[in-house]
């Protein structure tokens, strides 16, 4: 997505040297970027740590560039040099003359987080953590209330609706630009939110990245209302390293906190049973989210183990789709590109039309998104075209769908001014040369006598023409 940073790394990168410094001033956080890097990034760093620190100033000890770089393979010298552009750019590294350095806060932290020797990293006072029958059920219980809140917060993504999220969410929306304010209000029953381009794009991530995405968004909202975000993200790194099933507990948390607690809540990040209670349990959601599990780019990610990977969708040459779903979220999400005829307790019929293809690229959902979205979630009887060499969407289809799309740029608007009631040929002629000569010009007719420039060129032509001609002609 375009203006977005593509992993966890750039958006880090991109923080303020203090903000880092805070981050990693705490082990959680060392630990949870050090497992997002790349594997010979890892490697190095773990050579780093090993060395003795250096005897006169007690800091970690230099290494000379020409020996690390000697570690490296011939063949794997870009690979490093991309290591190192990261790894500056993170502050894990600094260049100290022609050696590099590790960062010293970085360093003690991530020793004592993989070492041992640290405090707890979150507070477990009066923990309720014995097994026991009770809590064996509530591991099920989170699961579906991280996996229902998140849906609830993509449904509304997919048809805004007053009322499911709150105006903190719709605000993170609305700066990630996967929302953008609907223009036509005219109907009380219209929403005032419509889904971008970039939104449909979003729900083709898998969901790991998705709250990656959302979470960052989130941050940066934050950061522009004055908050201290080093915070925040010091205790999303210390969730993913919490317990599954077991509370922790809250009491000592400042105001802000508390509020991101509770945006948290609402994505299906903790479960708190009350805002009174003192007690949160972290869900999946949260733990999973700096597990190290995936280093490719958010942009890249694809639907991952949720059913949409299965594969639900038989798309006909009739322009018939038929869904083998009865999840409401992946319904509507068709419903933006087609006109859904009947719907069955397992399967839903839609029909692709001119209109409702309009419609959707009206909204910013382009035709290789649209096809894409049908591609990933095509049904296994749909996948065995593969096999006979034959394109997964038919090609009436995907052929029809990009001309319905091409018929949008065939008038191109633009603002312009005209110029007319030329009093004699040559008037007419000296406003259009000028305007050519300017490259203002968007068209004339020189048997009604009319000269329209573009709005940029206006102010020029206009000045110009009273120089020319200052007590006749028309504008």
Not at 89 to 108: A, S
Request: glycine share 4%; aromatic share 10%; with cysteine.
């Amino acid at each position: 997505m375009s203006g977005q940073f593509a992993n966890l790394h750039e958006y880090i990168s991109s923080l303020p040297a203090n903000v880092t410094q805070n981050i990693y001033g705490h082990p959680a956080s060392c630990l949870a970027i050090f497992r997002e890097l790349p594997v010979l990034a890892r490697t190095i760093i773990m050579r780093f740590i090993c060395l003795p620190n250096s005897e006169t100033n007690g800091q970690p000890q230099p290494i000379s560039q020409s020996v690390v770089s000697s570690w490296i393979n011939p063949s794997h010298q870009n690979t490093y040099k991309n290591i190192t552009r990261m790894l500056v750019k993170l502050g894990i590294w600094n260049e100290v003359g022609t050696d590099w350095q590790l960062d010293v806060t970085f360093r003690n932290n991530l020793t004592g987080a993989i070492f041992g020797g640290t405090t707890n990293w979150l507070d477990e006072t009066d923990s309720t953590s014995v097994p026991s029958e009770r809590s064996a059920k509530k591991l099920e219980e989170l699961n579906i209330y991280s996996s229902t809140r998140w849906d609830c917060v993509l449904q509304y993504l997919v048809s805004p609706d007053k009322g499911q999220v709150t105006r903190e969410t719709i605000d993170v929306f609305l700066h990630a630009k996967l929302l953008k304010r609907n223009e036509d209000t005219s109907s009380s029953s219209t929403d005032p939110y419509a889904i971008t381009g970039s939104g449909f794009q979003f729900l083709l991530m898998n969901r790991r990245s998705q709250v990656w995405f959302f979470i960052i968004n989130s941050l940066e909202t934050r950061q522009l209302r004055g908050e201290d975000i080093s915070e925040h993200l010091i205790f999303l790194f210390q969730l993913s390293f919490a317990t599954f099933g077991k509370d922790y507990s809250s009491e000592k948390f400042s105001a802000t906190k508390e509020s991101f607690v509770q945006h948290l809540r609402e994505l299906g990040l903790v479960w708190q049973k009350t805002r009174k209670i003192k007690r949160y349990y972290p869900t999946k959601l949260a733990i999973e989210l700096a597990s190290g599990l995936a280093t490719s780019t958010f942009a890249d990610q694809q639907p991952g183990t949720d059913e949409i990977q299965s594969g639900f969708l038989v798309v006909e040459t009739n322009y018939r789709v038929y869904a083998y779903t009865n999840n409401d979220l992946y319904l509507k999400i068709i419903e933006l590109f087609c006109k859904m005829l009947y719907r069955f307790p397992n399967m839903s019929v839609g029909l692709i039309t001119r209109q409702s293809i309009r419609s959707a690229l009206s909204n910013e959902i382009s035709a290789d998104l649209i096809l894409n979205f049908m591609k990933s979630h095509a049904h296994p009887q749909m996948r065995k075209r593969l096999l006979e060499n034959k394109p997964l969407i038919p090609t009436t289809i995907s052929d029809q769908i990009r001309l319905w799309e091409m018929e949008r740029d065939r008038i191109v608007d633009q603002d312009g001014m005209l110029y007319n009631q030329f009093n004699t040929a040559n008037d007419f002629e000296l406003i259009e040369k000028y305007a050519k000569d300017l490259n203002v010009l968007l068209w004339s007719n020189a048997q009604k006598r009319c000269v329209v420039v573009s709005k940029a060129g206006h102010e020029e032509v206009k000045r110009f023409w009273k120089m020319q001609r200052p007590k006749t002609g028309g504008d």
